[in-house]
Structure formats: C-alpha cells, structure tokens
C-alpha cells in the first residue's frame, strides 16, 4: 500500500473500512472516498502545503486520482483552477535531467486537470444548445438556432482550448520516451496509459454533430488514430495492472475508455481479462464496469480489426 492509500484509509476509516470499499460495486463508496475524504485533505490544506519531496509526490498522486474522478463522473476539476495549476509549475523552474522527468510529468496531469474542466464544460455547452435547437425547431445545420451570441462564444472557446490540450499532449509524448525508465517501468506505463486515454477522450468530446454548427476545425483525432491510441493504452495498462496493488481500481476508468474503442474480439478479451483480475483482487465494482462495457459491445457489435 502506497503512502497516498494509507492516508486515505487512516482518515476515513471512521465512515469505512477497507472491506466496505472491497465489496461495493455501485462505485458510490469509492467516489465519496475520492471526491469527499481526500478532497477534504488536501483542499483544505491548500496549495503552500506541498512543497516537499514528499508531500508533492502524495498531491501528484492525488491529482491523478481526482482527473480520473471527473472525467469518469462528468464533474468540474477544481484542480485546473489557477491556485493549483501553479503548484505544478514549480517543476517547470529547473532544467536538470531528473526536475525535466518531473516537468513532463506535470505537464501531463496538467493537460488532464484541463481536460476534466474542458469535458464538464463541453457537456453544460451542449445540453444549452440541445434546449435552444428544440425550442427554436430549426435544423441543426442553421447557426440562427443558437440565438445566444454568449453561448455561441463560449462554444468556440471550447473549441480552442481543445486544440491547445491536444497539442500539448502531442507534443508531450516524445518527452515522455526521452528518459530511462528501466527503473520506474510501472510509472512510465502509468503516464502512457494517461497520454494515450486523454487523447482519445478528448475527441470524443466533440463527437455531437452540434459542435459543427460553430464551423470551426474540432480537435478531433482521426478514427484509426484513435483506434491506435486504445490498442497502445491497453498494452500499458497490462503491464501496470500486473504490479497493481489496491490502487488498481482507480484504473478502470481509463480501462473503459479503452474498451469502448476497441472491436476485435481479440482485444476485447484482453480488456475482459483485466477486469477480471481486477475483480480477482477483490474489488466487487469491475464485475460492474464488466457488465457495462459487454453491454455497450453488444450494442455496437464488432469486428475484426482494432
């Protein structure tokens, strides 16, 4: 158990213990552990609180935890607040080999604070231009069924700062295979799994066609690209569930996103196999996630390739 998951359990163990948090499958204990117990911790201890070695590398740790949170539950990520983002660029001061390893580490959770606040605001964008297309009963192709220059804006500004996410996080992965990580396989495989997820849901964020109705270029990924991008997450997430401990569980949301891509047969036992040994170490909640995603293929059908 790492020094993040101690900590949890030591200050919630008065509202539950581990055993609960074993047998839920409804996700509703682990969300209120992450979103309630830990956000208590370290909100109200604020961003000066880490400045050691040690506290920055429980607060990363964190961050990666909260970013999987709201991308999963389509929440706000107050992590992409200013006060917090700027914690991160602490790293970005130095240029030693070992703080440039540390640099584009938080450029990647960076990107995925960014990318949690992008989902929830794309999600109210579309619910206000759903209300507007129906009230006005226009086409969805007719730009005067979005009657709110504000709205309208706001949209666009969406837009942009999807290109700006994708672009950092392209330009990250080179970095990211620059340095020696023989040593810390496991975090490497963590990252990787983080770059090529957070690739794939950004352009699934812009998949409803009333995002074509600002006529501006989406930040999407091409279908094969994104395809490539679920195969390589996967393969990461074998290798790190394989060292996984308790902290396995917080991997199927990416695990999800990767087996909502995928439609061989061949990969989607893959995908099966893992939930699996994630239930196999004792966490009810990926029967769960199993049953949802078996669903969603069985709507969807499959194929042979990808």
């Keep these: 158990m790492g020094v993040l998951e101690a900590l949890w359990f030591t ?7 581990a055993s609960q948090l074993m047998t839920d499958a409804s996700t509703t204990r682990w969300y209120l552990m992450t979103k309630c117990t830990l956000q208590r911790i370290v909100q109200l201890r604020g961003p000066e609180s880490f400045s050691s070695p040690v506290a920055l590398a429980i607060f990363n740790q964190y961050w990666v935890l ?25 790293a970005e001061e130095s240029s030693t080999r070992e703080v440039a390893t540390q640099r584009d580490q938080t450029r990647l959770l960076r990107c995925m604070a960014l990318l949690g606040r992008l ?16 009230s006005n009963s226009l086409p969805t192709h007719n730009i005067s069924s979005l009657r709110d220059s504000i709205h309208f804006g706001e949209g666009k500004d969406i837009i942009q700062e999807g290109h700006m996410v994708r672009q950092e996080l392209l330009q990250l992965a080179p970095d990211l295979h620059t340095y020696n990580w023989i040593q810390a396989r496991s975090l490497f495989d963590l990252m990787m799994s983080l770059y090529h997820c957070g690739l794939i849901s950004l352009s699934r964020l812009f998949i409803d066609p009333l995002w ?3 006529g501006e270029p989406l930040p999407m990924l091409p279908e094969d690209a994104i395809r490539y991008h679920a195969i390589a997450a996967l393969e990461h997430l ?10 396995s569980v917080f991997f199927l949301p990416l695990l999800t996103t990767v087996a909502l891509e995928v439609r061989s047969r061949v990969y989607r036992d893959k995908v099966s196999r893992i ?17 949802d ?9 499959s194929s042979g390739v990808g």
Excluded: C
């Excluded at 074998?238 to 902290?247: S, T, W, Y």
């Excluded at 939930?275 to 049953?291: L, N, Y």
């Design 66 to 90: 909260e970013s999987l949170r709201t991308l999963a539950f389509d929440e706000d990520n107050t992590l992409a607040d200013p006060k917090w983002l700027s914690l991160l660029g602490r």
């Design 293 to 301: 995603v078996q669903l969603a293929w069985a709507l969807v059908g």
């Design 238 to 247: 074998q290798r790190r569930l394989q060292v996984a401990g308790m902290e």
């Design 11 to 17: 200050r919630s163990r008065k509202h539950t213990d």
């Design 212 to 214: 074509s109705i600002l």
């Design 275 to 291: 939930f699996d040994s994630v239930e196999g170490k004792g966490f009810a909640v990926a029967a769960t996630a199993r049953s």
């Design 119 to 134: 989902n929830y605001r794309s999600l109210i964008w579309l619910e206000r231009a759903r209300a507007m297309r129906y």
